[in-house]
């Protein structure tokens, strides 16, 4: 008789966002007449730029035609894409990272997920608390990790490193020993980040140690500030310690469309053996994960004409941020994030704890936003307010929230 794999019982019931969509399905089953704003989801809400319209159309058409047919995906990706990263986001940086050692896929979140596979069971990984749940949830199903504690509300055998307001939200290096490090600059849900300096702190430690750094870049196209890294491999080592995860998903609004990358070095090795042959093998997004249609608008994402469509998008969302973090700032709250990252993160008022405020939010203003305690538990008395919305509503939203 088959067998389930009992890890998945570890994870707690009920995901932070069902439990959102829950509070709020009931709250305008009560109060059909208010308008609800949404300030919490992590999703975009402009259109996909025209460049990378046009290039999706140019694509469709190609398929339709015998001469320029396009079947099962290269393994690694098209060349033409692997060269348009490899040219804008690493060697127009300075940074040494070559078309092969990138893997295109379909988003980060998979790519992020997976990439555990490729490492013995018998690690132990080091998060940032509070972070983006993928990391520790992935470990846990794959049997990482041990089970729940409901007290501590962490997992055993994991090491939490907590990102506080002392540390300003970037995490120390461990006293104990990690195997894989994640870390996610600038940061989901605090919007922190941590310099260039900080960084190489980071790659030099997991050079001593022999650990790995699974770096996570999905927000590195809202750096503003500059000693902020926009990749891991600004910093000198780290083509032998670290793997980077890219998305095209905020910077370009794929969330719907799905494109991300996942750059694994040839000088990244485990004794004799490169992690990029391992990763070669993976399975998941391999051939299927990002198809030809998708990797052209990719394409244009790179292009001269999709750099300025795209800087402009970037550019409305940070607004939103500014109109949260100034509007909110003046009334009285303390809030951080919101300068190299679409997220303000929001120390609750009062001495409520995350869902208290949720809840006194969704009442009191009609905004939604996200519990910081969702995050991890250092997240508690935090709250994720982030700028994808419209203006006109970020800016209604702040206002009511000022009124309160
Ligand atoms: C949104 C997000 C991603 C990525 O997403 P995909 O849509 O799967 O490419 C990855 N990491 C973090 C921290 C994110 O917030």
Not at 1 to 24: A, Q, R
Not at 63 to 68: A, F, Q, R
Not at 112 to 125: A, K, V
């Amino acid at each position: 008789m088959f067998k389930i794999n009992e890890n998945y019982l570890k994870l707690p019931g009920s995901y932070l966002f069902s439990t959102i969509g829950k509070k709020v399905a009931a709250y305008t089953a009560a109060h059909p007449e208010k308008n609800i704003i949404r300030l919490g989801i992590g999703d975009v809400t402009q259109p996909l730029a025209p460049a990378i319209i046009d290039a999706m159309h140019k694509a469709v058409d190609e398929m339709g035609v015998k001469e320029t047919f396009h079947g099962y995906a290269p393994d690694l990706g098209y060349e033409f894409l692997r060269a348009a990263i490899a040219k804008n986001d690493y060697a127009d940086r300075g940074c040494d990272i070559s078309a092969d050692e990138i893997f295109v896929s379909d988003g980060a979140k998979c790519d992020s997920g997976n990439i555990q596979e490729i490492f013995s069971l018998d690690n132990r990984i080091a998060v940032c608390d509070p972070v983006y749940p993928v990391y520790v949830d992935t470990n846990v199903m794959a049997g990482r990790t041990g089970n729940y504690n409901p007290q501590t509300e962490q997992f055993e055998n994991v090491i939490y490193m907590p990102c506080v307001a002392e540390n300003n939200f970037a995490p120390e290096l461990p006293k104990e020993t990690p195997d894989i490090i994640y870390l996610c600059f600038p940061n989901n849900p605090t919007g922190s980040t941590i310099t260039k300096a900080q960084l190489q702190e980071w790659v030099d430690f997991a050079n001593k140690v022999g650990a790995v750094i699974i770096y996570d870049a999905a927000y590195e196209a809202y750096i503003s500030e500059e000693d902020v890294p926009h990749t891991i491999y600004e910093c000198e080592g780290a083509r032998t310690c670290a793997i980077e995860l890219k998305s095209f998903s905020k910077n370009a609004g794929f969330t719907g469309t799905r494109l991300g990358y996942t750059v694994v070095p040839k000088d990244l090795k485990c004794k004799d053996v490169s992690l990029h042959s391992l990763w070669a093998r993976r399975h998941g997004t391999k051939y299927n994960g990002a198809p030809y249609i998708i990797q052209r608008a990719g394409e244009a994402v790179y292009s001269d004409e999709g750099k300025v469509q795209l800087k402009a998008q970037v550019a409305y969302y940070m607004n939103n941020a500014k109109v949260i973090y100034e509007g909110l700032k003046s009334a009285g709250y303390t809030v951080s994030g919101g300068v190299n990252a679409p997220y303000i993160w929001l120390k609750t008022p009062d001495k409520m704890t995350s869902w208290e405020f949720f809840d006194y939010l969704l009442e009191k203003a009609n905004v939604v936003g996200t519990p910081g305690s969702g995050f991890g538990p250092h997240g508690e008395g935090y709250f994720r307010l982030t700028a994808f919305g419209t203006y006109e509503n970020t800016v209604a939203a702040v206002e009511r929230m000022k009124a309160l």
